[in-house]
T-cell receptor, first 111, second 115 residues
Framework: AQRVTQPEKLLSVFKGAPVELKCNYSYSGSPELFWYVQYSRQRLQLLLR??SRESIKGFTADLNKGETSFHLKKPFAQEEDSAMYYCALSGLGTGRRALTFGSGTRLQVQP | EPEVTQTPSHQVTQMGQEVILRCVPI?????FYWYRQILGQKVEFLVSFYNNEISEKSEIFDDQFSVERPDGSNFTLKIRSTKLEDSAMYFC?????????????FGSGTRLTVV
């Protein structure tokens, strides 16, 4: 069975502070990991995926297979980063396309 | 930018009634999905659909649920005989191809309230 755990329901930081949103997963095969973001009153949208190793809006995430983690980081938080963040997993190369989501972390960036 | 459109945005129905949730995926996408999120809980996969048939479904997607692509543009989720616990936000999504690399494009959701 696959599982995604986001231990923090809420993370509150001040503008300019570093941010780390935690994500741990459980999966027996090769995982494909994503971060999705939902800004207030907007739809879920893809933020980044581990396989492309990109940085979007200053966010990065590195897959650590040893620790089974895919934490989302940003060195300096901005107020516009306030949103709900979801970590999600699928099985790489399995042909399955269903995503397993974590329960989400609400990021509040205070001025 | 192309969007996935869902209607209605909010539907209230009585327990035991049938509801149909509608979605218009992005026109050149080939894979379609339904997810739901009960208030305060995780986003959960229900079903994926490709080439006019279900390609995957979760244990949530039982005989009460069905999906259809009736006319080549709409993608519908039908819930027969709704129960109180079906109250949730239902999200439709689509992807262009088999790989997940481009990520899902989600609709803005339909909030279903069963009373």
């Amino acid at each position: 069975a696959q599982r995604v755990t986001q231990p923090e329901k809420l993370l509150s930081v001040f503008k300019g502070a570093p941010v780390e949103l935690k994500c741990n997963y459980s999966y027996s095969g090769s995982p494909e990991l994503f971060w999705y973001v939902q800004y207030s009153r907007q739809r879920l949208q893809l933020l980044l995926r581990h396989i492309s190793r990109e940085s979007i809006k200053g966010f990065t995430a590195d897959l650590n297979k040893g620790e089974t983690s895919f934490h989302l980081k940003k060195p300096f938080a901005q107020e516009e980063d306030s949103a709900m963040y979801y970590c999600a997993l699928s099985g790489l190369g399995t042909g399955r396309r269903a995503l397993t989501f974590g329960s989400g972390t609400r990021l509040q960036v205070q001025p | 930018e192309p969007e996935v459109t869902q209607t209605p945005s909010h539907q209230v129905t009585q327990m035991g009634q049938e509801v149909i949730l509608r979605c218009v995926p992005i026109s050149n996408h080939l894979y379609f999905y339904w997810y739901r999120q009960i208030l305060g809980q995780k986003v959960e996969f229900l079903v994926s659909f490709y080439n006019n048939e279900i390609s995957e479904k979760s244990e949530i997607f039982d005989d009460q649920f069905s999906v259809e692509r009736p006319d080549g543009s709409n993608f519908t989720l039908k819930i027969r005989s709704t129960k109180l616990e079906d109250s949730a936000m239902y999200f439709c999504a689509s992807t262009a191809g088999g790989a997940l690399m481009e990520g899902y494009t989600f609709g803005s959701g339909t909030r279903l309230t069963v009373v």
